[in-house]
């Protein structure tokens, strides 16, 4: 399974907002050596990652080297993901598509712009 690159992206930005430039550093070494590829280099919002390498191994890092291994840490990447594409990416379609429009498609949209297979 790959992760579209919007919520990549969003994952390193939650480091750095909340544990600075020697945080997200840190995170970064923590990481595997393919995560570490994925997170030192630039990440195109429309590409597609390795689910593994991207997201479920570096948000295990961010709980166990900032959360004490709490699970929260995984609550409050996913919150700042959600956040993240609602304000940024995905913005102008949350506004110009209705509520009942979203609930509607909601099974559709989402896996794909959460992950493939």
Same mark, same amino acid.
């Given at each position: 399974? @790959?992760?579209? &690159? ?6 390193? /930005? ?5 544990? #600075? /430039?020697? #945080?997200?550093?840190? !995170? ?6 393919? &995560?570490?590829? %994925? =997170?030192?280099? +630039? *990440?195109? +919002?429309?590409? !597609? ?7 479920? /191994?570096?948000?295990?890092? *961010?709980? &166990?080297?900032?959360? &004490?291994? @709490?699970?929260?840490?995984? !609550? /409050?990447? #996913? ?5 993240? #594409? ?5 913005? =102008? =379609?949350? $506004?110009?598509?209705?509520? $009942?429009?979203? *609930?509607?498609? +909601?099974?559709? %949209? ?8």
């Amino acid at each position: 399974m @790959d992760v579209k &690159g919007s919520s990549v992206v969003a994952t390193r /930005e939650f480091v750095r907002i909340n544990f #600075g /430039e020697a #945080g997200l550093k840190k !995170w970064i070494e923590a990481l595997p050596e393919e &995560g570490k590829k %994925i =997170f030192s280099s +630039a *990440i195109i +919002a429309a590409n !597609w990652y390795p689910l593994k390498a991207a997201l479920t /191994e570096p948000t295990r890092k *961010i709980c &166990g080297l900032f959360y &004490g291994g @709490d699970l929260r840490g995984a !609550w /409050e990447t #996913g919150r700042h993901s959600a956040e993240y #594409g609602l304000k940024g990416i995905y913005k =102008f =379609f949350i $506004q110009i598509a209705s509520p $009942q429009f979203i *609930i509607k498609k +909601a099974s559709t %949209i989402l896996p794909r712009i959460t992950s493939r297979a």
